[in-house]
């Protein structure tokens, strides 16, 4: 079993920066595969961002030039920086992990295990 914990959501203004984190803990060794997702109300959750054990990226043209994914696995958590940010990214995100290799990394059902999410607000 994984457990994942987001961090770092909150309000700012447009223009503005927020780092998300995701802390891994349980059998985090298991994992090959993790990854950002996003859902705003009344939307389906989108995939953002995901990363491979091994450092592969793959980052959704939405956000791409304005969302860096990252990690460390030696804390076992998983980063999410957000840069220039709009409007439109208000929503809750959430980080997902799976123990295999997805064929299509930014899909909701790739990942077996979920984060409760954290908020982003981004006002005009």
């Known amino acids: 079993q994984v457990q994942l914990v987001e961090s770092g959501g909150g309000s700012v203004q447009s223009g503005g920066s927020l780092r998300l984190s995701c802390a891994a803990s349980g059998y985090t060794s298991s994992i090959a595969y993790m990854a950002w997702f996003r859902q705003a109300p009344g939307k389906e959750r989108e995939g953002v961002a995901a990363?491979?054990?091994?450092?592969?990226?793959i980052v959704a043209d939405s956000v791409k030039g304005r969302f860096t994914i990252s990690q460390d696995n030696a804390k076992n958590t998983m980063y999410l920086q957000m840069n220039s940010l709009e409007p439109e990214d208000t929503a809750t995100y959430y980080c997902?992990?799976?123990?295999?290799?997805?064929?299509?990394?930014?899909?909701?059902?790739?990942?077996?295990?979920w984060g409760q999410g954290t908020q982003v607000t981004v006002s005009s």
């Open positions: 990363i491979s054990r091994g450092g592969a990226l």
């Open positions: 997902a992990a799976d123990t295999a290799i997805p064929i299509f990394p930014l899909r909701v059902g790739a990942y077996d295990y």
